[in-house]
């Protein structure tokens, strides 16, 4: 069976600046500035099968590397203050795979799943804290669809994901410093 093999390669950095005056008055006694980069690595292989046949399929690798520094201060009538001085490192690694079967010309069979291992480190100076946390999280899925017709498909879906998280700059009175991982709700659709 012939394969085709893919690769993904991407770096982005970004350097910002930002100044907002908070009192809206000649006066700067109010104001908040904000300088950060970020440098975001990204790498993913690909393999699947390349004849149309009865059953095709794709897998793969992901990789990502995130590192921010940020710094913001501020004014507040007319002293400066610190809000936030550091370094956010993430870093994400998975595996992935889906499948179809054709189980009839008109019916199909899906399955994938995707398996993400993500490490987080925070270097806060300001606090002087190091916090850290990894997540591990499995999300599969499942479908069956139907070609009842060129114009109708009925298909039915399982399946379930994730959003990673991460951390606040700082404990408020409002927020905690971490944003815990929130899974995705398990879904099912006709």
Not at 20 to 40: A, C, H, N, P, Y
Not at 74 to 86: C, K, L, R, S
């Amino acid at each position: 069976e012939k394969v085709k093999l893919q690769s993904i390669t991407s770096f982005n950095k970004v350097d910002r600046s930002s100044l907002g005056d908070l009192d809206f008055l000649e006066i700067d006694l109010f104001t908040q500035r904000e300088v950060s980069t970020s440098k975001i690595f990204n790498q993913e292989f690909r393999v699947s099968n390349i004849n149309i046949s009865r059953f095709d399929w794709s897998a793969g690798g992901f990789y990502q590397f995130i590192d921010k520094d940020i710094f913001s201060d501020g004014t507040v009538e007319g002293e400066p203050y610190t809000i936030t001085d550091g370094k956010y490192e993430t870093q994400t690694m998975a595996i992935f795979g889906f499948a179809d079967y054709l189980l009839t010309d008109k019916l199909t069979l899906s399955a994938g799943f995707r398996a993400d291992f993500d490490k987080f480190n925070q270097e806060d100076y300001l606090f002087e804290t190091s916090p850290s946390r990894n997540n591990n999280e499995f999300q599969p899925k499942l479908s069956l669809s139907y070609q009842a017709s060129d114009k109708v498909l009925l298909y039915a879906n399982y399946g379930w994901g994730y959003r990673t998280g991460g951390f606040n700059p700082q404990v408020t009175s409002l927020f905690n410093r971490e944003i815990k991982p929130m899974p995705m709700s398990k879904l099912c659709q006709l």
